[in-house]
């Protein structure tokens, strides 16, 4: 049996956390329902500080019947945890419960006003306090990754959770050290594991893989990768990850990550890098003769991981190289089912130079344009 995986969205929280981002809470809505129709299970919409910034969104999504779970963040080191967790309960949120646990945060006395021992405690009230609520609780701990383990293990074993976040928080794991972390976790106790990776080092997305193989059954994703400094796990990148080389399912429709991509594009003001996977423009597009020659001549998968229209792509092919590219145009020739003179076949090449990317439809209209 396909293993399915849990993906939250986490796209509005993080990206909340950009420098100059502002979504319009039309753009909100819309995004929700987008991820809804595309099959995303559930999607933060809390910030740190509380549940309150939520309502609105949650009650859009009660009201048009949405399938989609909010979740919100609910702090326990604060004196507003008990106000939060009452809205979650009326706006029908679940909630994960924040707290520190690494020397480096609960140093910052300030702002989060407890010590090692007082993790567990805290955590146990706010989290009891919410199943009273009928509110689903699960237990948030901040930067797990860089936690003293034996601390880390002992409070997993206190829980009574309905599941545990596992943050890399400031994306300081390898994946072979997240997969250890999450098999002691596991040796630890049986409460399902949402791992959440940010990507300060480039790791995020194969840290999320590494947790997710180890045993972890939900990741968090943002669409484009986005988050506080250099981003999370990329939702596009997860989706076709897990379903093209684990084997696992998400539940998600592939053929939108494109559409999703560029929408979150428009809604935050942030355009995707060109070469950024599953979504950057130029990720299915093809230079080098040999390449050309493959793909258009019916062998794509020699130089593509798989089918563009999986993700809602279309391959495009440039002509820009210093190299002679006669060669690169028999796949079309034989398709269009024309023979074009030498200086026919050369006003061609020297047309096709003159833009960078064409799809296969361009290049044979053009061909029998230049033939007739």
Excluded at 4 to 31: C, S
Excluded at 44 to 73: K, W
Excluded at 330 to 355: M, W, Y
Aim: aromatic share 6%; hydrophobic share 40%.
């Amino acid at each position: 049996m396909t293993r399915t995986i849990i993906l939250r969205d986490t796209t509005l929280r993080e990206g909340a956390q950009i420098p100059g981002v502002r979504v319009a809470d039309a753009d909100k809505q819309r995004f929700v329902a987008l991820l809804d129709e595309m099959g995303v299970p559930e999607i933060e919409i809390g910030l740190p500080d509380g549940v309150n910034a939520c309502a609105d969104l949650s009650r859009f999504i009660r009201q048009h019947r949405l399938r989609i779970q909010p979740t919100g963040l609910v702090p326990c080191y604060g004196n507003r945890w008990r106000q939060q967790v009452d809205l979650a309960a009326d706006c029908g949120l679940r909630v994960d419960v924040l707290v520190p646990t690494s020397d480096c945060l609960l140093r910052e006395t300030d702002h989060y006003r407890m010590s090692a021992d007082e993790i567990v405690p805290r955590l146990s009230e706010t989290i009891a306090y919410a199943k009273n609520r009928r509110v689903p609780a699960g237990a948030a701990l901040m930067d797990a990754g860089r936690a003293p383990r034996e601390r880390l293990l002992d409070i997993v074993r206190k829980l009574n959770a309905e599941r545990l976040v596992i943050y890399d928080s400031v994306g300081t794991l390898l994946p072979w050290q997240m997969s250890a972390l999450i098999n002691d976790i596991r040796q630890a106790m049986t409460t399902p594991i949402l791992v959440h990776c940010h990507n300060d080092h480039g790791m995020a997305t194969a840290n999320t893989l590494a947790a997710l193989n180890a045993g972890a059954v939900a990741a968090d994703v943002a669409v484009n990768g986005l988050g506080g400094r250099a981003g999370n796990a990329a939702l596009e990148e997860v989706v076709m990850a897990l379903e093209n080389l684990c084997g696992f399912s998400t539940g998600v429709d592939t053929r939108r990550l494109r559409e999703l991509s560029a929408f979150v594009e428009r809604m935050t003001g942030l355009a995707n890098s060109p070469l950024k996977p599953i979504a950057g423009r130029y990720c299915f597009a093809h230079a080098p003769v040999m390449h050309i020659r493959c793909i258009a001549g019916g062998n794509p998968e020699a130089f593509e991981p798989f089918d563009p229209q999986l993700v809602g792509a279309e391959r495009t092919y440039g002509f820009g190289l210093p190299v002679d590219y006669t060669g690169a145009l028999e796949p079309f020739l034989r398709k269009s089912g024309v023979t074009l003179s030498p200086a026919q076949t050369q006003i061609l090449l020297d047309k096709l130079r003159g833009k960078p990317d064409w799809s296969e439809e361009q290049i044979l209209k053009l061909i029998h344009d230049i033939h007739s």
